[in-house]
């Protein structure tokens, strides 16, 4: 169809637009998916096979206490319940590359997948390959390759929230974290150290079909924050504890370090040029960006708990992990560390919401965590496409080259919010370019529905639909948000005006 005939399917002029200006070339142009959110519920490949029980999240959405636990807010999809694309992944990229136009897919490796039992001990890279599991590292193999063969180049991150149970009790740890004996994140220096290994490991072993790595997905917001302080309705992450401040603080300043361990092994092992491009690894560090605004502009205080809010959000982990400026007690305080400075080669940005904050009527946490000084039961969190302008401004002052590696919004009935969303935040992503903002590429969240963490399948951002109780696990289009996509890919090569 021609894309004038898709524009005028969808409401969109606002996508036309995006169509019609022009990205630079070798722009990247594709959806984003993560390991554990979408390779279980195979239709027919056996469940050993298909499954990951080896991760703490597969712990913590399948263990009896936990569902049970009304704190943690799991809605209580069996991990058969994703859309298998363990079994299914060829027939998902035929739809990226022949209906989508994509020309990249940003996927994640489950290192519970690679490495079921612990490294702790192991070292070198034929003793770790002895060590990781066959069929796993075949799996992956299979994907990347097939992502290449369909014209597509793959942006692979190393971890996306989930840890191997040997690393990370998530049942005992969200019960007593005090004395739990695996701690995951706060157990800084062995996790720091494993998850350093594994990078390295599969830089080596993946290098010849990938040149672009992500570290760590979002760690502030979908770990520190889900895991540590505010488990809340929208997101929780495991141990799922409520308000640990000294455990998070140990959490953040271990994936800091983690990111620049990993960026370090992934330049060390990767040494194979996959895309031509003279570089064999570029590696970035994945983070929800949430521009911050005061619920009242002319309320001095509700000014400075918006400062404060952006601080916390956005500079803490960022300051610390891309330029080494690391406020350990969160309280605006930093001391300088050149081994957690300049190893990062792009900034991958993740947007959904903006956030208005309203001051607090008195300081909540004072002694543990003095920059709080606005109110969470009354933080608003607003879907707003606009925001990505501000998010973009707030990631270039890192320096690095952008990718912009999530945003979305749910469409469940293809009403055309997505659509729109697409339009937007790809017409605002070209302005932004024209602008001078290095943007090397835009990744839609995500190519089906998934297992949305603790909301299962619940959630529906996917461009292609997909009900848990559909045995065969049917990829159904959703017209109106695929088209709008398939505009803008159809024309992304063209010449930059």
Avoid at 43 to 71: H, K, V
Avoid at 103 to 112: H, K, V, Y
Avoid at 339 to 351: Q, S
Wanted: hydrophobic fraction near 40%; aromatic fraction near 10%; include cysteine.
């Amino acid at each position: 169809m021609r894309p004038s005939l898709i524009c005028s399917a969808v409401l969109a002029l606002v996508a036309c637009s995006a169509a019609d200006a022009r990205f630079p070339r070798g722009f990247l142009f594709g959806t984003a998916v993560a390991g554990f959110q979408v390779e279980m519920g195979c239709p027919s490949t056996p469940r050993a096979q298909c499954e990951d029980p080896a991760s703490d999240w597969y712990q913590f959405i399948t263990d009896p206490a936990l569902l049970a636990d009304q704190s943690l807010h799991l809605n209580g999809d069996a991990p058969s319940s994703g859309p298998g694309f363990y079994q299914l992944y060829a027939q998902d990229l035929d739809l990226a590359a022949n209906q989508l136009h994509s020309n990249a897919l940003r996927l994640s490796f489950e290192w519970s997948r690679i490495f079921p039992s612990s490294t702790v001990g192991i070292e070198g890279f034929e003793a770790l390959s002895a060590a990781a599991n066959p069929q796993a590292v075949a799996y992956y193999h299979s994907v990347l390759r097939a992502i290449r063969a369909r014209g597509m180049r793959p942006l692979v991150t190393l971890n996306h929230y989930t840890l191997p149970g040997w690393i990370h009790d998530a049942a005992g740890c969200h019960a007593d974290l005090s004395s739990c004996k695996r701690r995951g994140w706060v157990d800084r220096e062995t996790t720091v150290n494993e998850i350093a290994k594994y990078a390295g490991f599969a830089a080596r072993e993946f290098g010849g079909e990938v040149d672009l790595w992500a570290t760590l997905n979002e760690p502030f917001t979908g770990i520190a924050l889900a895991g540590y302080i505010l488990p809340n309705d929208q997101r929780t992450n495991p141990p799922g504890v409520t308000l640990r401040f000294n455990e998070a603080k140990i959490a953040i300043l271990a994936m800091m370090e983690a990111h620049n361990r990993m960026a370090d092994a992934v330049h060390a092992n990767d040494l194979i040029d996959a895309d031509g491009t003279g570089r064999p690894a570029r590696v970035g560090l994945v983070y929800n960006v949430q521009p911050p605004e005061p619920r009242d502009p002319g309320n001095p205080r509700d000014v400075q708990s918006a400062k404060d809010l952006g601080y916390l959000m956005n500079e803490v982990f960022l300051n610390g992990a891309l330029r080494g400026d690391v406020d350990a007690a969160l309280d605006g305080h930093t001391v300088h560390r050149d081994d957690l400075a300049h190893r990062t080669d792009f900034f991958g940005l993740n947007y959904y919401v903006r956030a208005k904050a309203a001051a607090a009527s008195e300081p909540l946490f004072p002694n543990d965590a003095p920059k709080l000084t606005f109110d969470p039961s009354t933080l608003e969190l607003i879907g707003d496409a606009a925001g990505l302008t501000d998010a973009l401004q707030i990631a270039r002052g890192y320096g690095l080259p952008i990718f912009i590696t999530e945003t979305g919004i749910g469409d469940e009935s293809d009403t055309g919010a997505a659509a729109a969303w697409i339009g937007e935040t790809l017409s605002r992503t070209r302005a932004a370019i024209s602008q001078g903002v290095p943007v090397e590429g835009w990744f839609f969240w995500t190519l089906m529905d998934n297992y949305e963490w603790n909301h299962g399948m619940s959630y529906k951002f996917g461009l292609y639909a997909v009900d848990k109780g559909d045995p065969a696990k049917t990829r159904r289009p959703r017209e109106k948000a695929i088209a709008a996509f398939a505009a803008v890919a159809q024309s992304r090569l063209a010449p930059s005006r």
